[in-house]
């Protein structure tokens, strides 16, 4: 009886509009009788055909809505199916295969706006931003809230199996979440963001200056980054003479994200009567859990926006980094006191451990060689057991490193890998050269020991790096890690302790990182160059760690040879030999020698995989541009590798890096 009734309510609802249509056609038809009989008789024909066309399709649909409301009430009683029917909710019931909505209830057809139809529809035609494919993959609940006019709706939903394998209905309710969307826009619109400004040269800008001139320039900058922060009604307030705190508000800020940051270009417009131009750091925190949070996700931000060189904004945005600008090039701001007071500091660690391991980066190269050369001799002179990660063969530096390895002093210093995790503990000094990028060392697992760990790099800080190591010694206008590891020797060791052979693999380091003395060179350089020369170093063997087998040396021309110029002023060359990455960073260099190039970028196979060696002599910031290919570097020297990929698949990729480079700069 039951059955019966919900049957007759149904047919109520699906053939009221189709009796009155075809009660209609046939008043109509009656009518043409008047003045047509045959006419009147093919339109009753017609008409017949019809109803029977629509009487099939009903009962088939009705039949189908029966079946699944059976299944899905199977032995609950009336009062329940017209729970379904009466719902609160808006509900549709359609195929997810063809799009064809089944049935639906009064308050969806009112949700879409179309209360006349119910059959013979499909429901992206009614809501065309509704995707389907979430309930075929297994989910109750859409990604996202759908849009339907001016509303927002959270949609849950299931699918039954009604049939044959592939035949489903899927069941869907939809929830208005308009108000909760404007409330959550409201509230993440409104949250607070910290950022930290440090002007990075303020005392190259106010060195010899009068205090009146002075005034101007703090009054300049003061004024231009209140220009930028008062269309966004943000609180700006100078804590420091060259230290500025800002909060505004996330919807503010992401006008500053639009403009890509315009105060980095407009505060470089304030010079000292010297020619100085100024330029600032900034580090901003987003998604804290607290005000303390953001703080500290803001010191963070600008602590890696000066690891990175500078001149350029860092976002810590929860567990993220974001960067923007840092494309200026270098300058050089370092001082002695920052050397001294880490080697007093180094001193210290080592008076307090009887083992050191130290380890560089994956097929380390000569800098590597040099610095773990520095970091031996500092152990030896305090007294402290050393051992430095041997790297598999090949690698850039093996030959010099077997030389090295061939001093008594060495002996047993170079371990493979498994034999320096196994002596490593807590009360191990684990020191890490040339690199700051936990997957980047030779050995990641040792990081992971409970040594305390000292990071000794000049490399720009990328998104990932080291957490909280006990020391760092980090110096991005460093021309390379020999450089930063000799300043450290002259202050800890005395005259006559560093062997000459140490002294040379210290200079080779300096030599390959700055091209023979002619890039990433400060007054530091060579003044460490000089120390090392007076240590007893020989320019000419440090050169024959520079010599090529002729083999090699074809290679290095092939490359060249192969090259051609992209966006007028960068070489590209692509090569399919395997060559070592020496060889390939030796063809880059070459590249820069021909006139009117700025940048170049050699892409080569090696293990299964594709490598780039990318260099700069001018204002093109290589690392911005690998850092796009998830590689890094620094500004002059870059590089990034590509698993499963060949050089020929990696140069589109190239190719448009570069051409966002140059876009945004332009922007």
């Known amino acids: 009886m039951r059955q019966q009734t919900f049957q007759k309510a149904l047919s109520r609802m699906t053939e009221t509009g189709v009796r009155l249509f075809f009660a209609a056609c046939l008043l109509f038809a009656l009518l043409t009788a008047i003045y ?24 088939r649909r009705k039949k189908e809505v029966m079946a699944y409301l059976d299944h899905m009430t199977s032995g609950v009683d009336v009062a329940s199916r017209r729970t379904l029917i009466s719902s609160p909710l808006p509900i549709a019931i359609f195929r997810p295969d063809t799009d064809d909505i089944i049935w639906s209830n009064e308050r969806f057809l009112h949700l879409t706006g179309d209360p006349d139809h119910l059959f013979e529809t499909k429901l992206s035609a009614l809501v065309p931003s509704f995707q389907s494919q979430w309930l075929l993959d297994g989910d109750h609940l859409s990604p996202e809230p759908v849009p339907v006019g001016d509303q927002l709706y959270l949609v849950f939903g299931n699918l039954v199996c009604t049939g044959g394998q592939d035949e489903f209905l899927a069941t869907t309710y939809w929830v208005d979440v308009t108000e909760y969307a404007r409330v959550a826009e409201q509230f993440d619109a409104t949250r607070p963001v910290v950022g930290i400004l440090q002007v990075d040269n303020y005392e190259d800008l106010n060195r010899g200056l009068e205090e009146g001139e002075r005034s101007v320039i703090r009054t300049e ?34 006008d500053f994200y639009r403009r890509k940051f315009s105060i980095l270009d407009e505060i470089r417009q304030v010079q000292s009567p010297n020619g100085v131009a100024a330029t600032l750091s900034i580090g901003f925190g987003r998604n804290g859990a607290s005000p303390r949070e953001l703080h500290e996700f803001a010191s963070l931000a600008l602590d890696m926006a000066l690891s990175r060189g500078g001149d350029q904004v860092v976002i810590r945005d929860g567990g993220e980094f974001l960067f923007f600008g840092g494309r200026s090039k270098e300058t050089e701001r370092r001082t002695k006191v920052k050397s001294r007071v880490v080697a007093s500091a180094f001193s210290e660690l080592l008076a307090s451990t009887d083992q050191v391991i130290v380890m560089g980066h994956k097929y380390p190269d000569l800098d590597v060689l040099g610095a773990v050369a520095g970091v031996c001799a500092i152990a030896r002179k305090k007294g402290v057991s050393i051992q430095a990660v041997r790297a598999p063969s090949p690698y850039p530096a093996e030959e010099q490193t077997r030389q090295l390895a061939a001093l008594p002093e060495y002996q047993g210093i170079f371990v493979p890998p498994d034999e320096a995790l196994h002596l490593a503990g807590p009360n191990t000094i684990l020191v890490v050269v040339d690199t700051n990028r936990p997957e980047q060392t030779q050995v990641p697992e040792l990081l992971d020991s409970g040594a305390r760990i000292v990071v000794i790099d000049h490399h720009r800080r990328a ?46 380091g300096i030599v390959l990182d700055t091209k023979g003395f002619t890039m990433r060179t400060g ?10 020369r007076k240590s007893g170093a020989d320019t000419a063997q440090v050169n024959k760690f520079f010599q090529n087998d002729l083999r090699d040396t074809v290679t290095k021309f092939h490359i060249i040879q192969g090259a051609h110029t992209y966006r007028g002023s960068i070489a590209l060359a692509l090569t399919d030999r395997l060559v070592g990455r020496a060889i390939a960073g030796q063809a880059a260099d070459e590249l820069l020698n021909i006139a009117g190039i700025e940048a170049s970028f050699v892409l080569f196979p090696e293990a299964g995989q594709a490598y780039l060696s990318a260099r700069s ?50 922007s």
């Open 523 to 532: 007054s530091r350089t060579f003044e460490t160059a000089a120390f090392l």
């Open 463 to 508: 998104a990932s790096y080291i957490e909280k190591p006990a020391l760092s010694f980090h110096d991005p206008y460093a021309s390379s890690a020999s450089e930063l590891v000799a300043e450290l020797v002259q202050y800890i060791l005395d005259t006559g302790d560093l062997k000459r052979q140490e002294a040379e693999a210290l200079l080779a």
């Open 617 to 666: 002599n001018s204002d093109v910031n290589v690392q911005v541009i690998s850092e796009m290919l998830g590689g890094g570097g620094n500004a002059a020297t870059a590089g990034a590798q590509f698993p499963g990929k060949t050089p020929e698949e990696v140069l589109p990729l190239l190719k448009n890096a570069i051409d966002t480079y140059f876009d945004d700069e332009k």
């Open 36 to 59: 047509n009989i045959w006419l009147c008789l093919a339109e009753l024909v017609l008409i017949l055909l019809l109803y029977l066309f629509f009487q099939t399709g009903i009962s």
């Open 221 to 254: 900058i003061n004024n231009r980054l209140a220009a930028w922060v008062d269309p966004a009604h943000g609180m700006l307030c100078r804590y420091d003479r060259d230290h500025y705190i800002l909060l505004v508000e996330a919807g503010q800020f992401q």
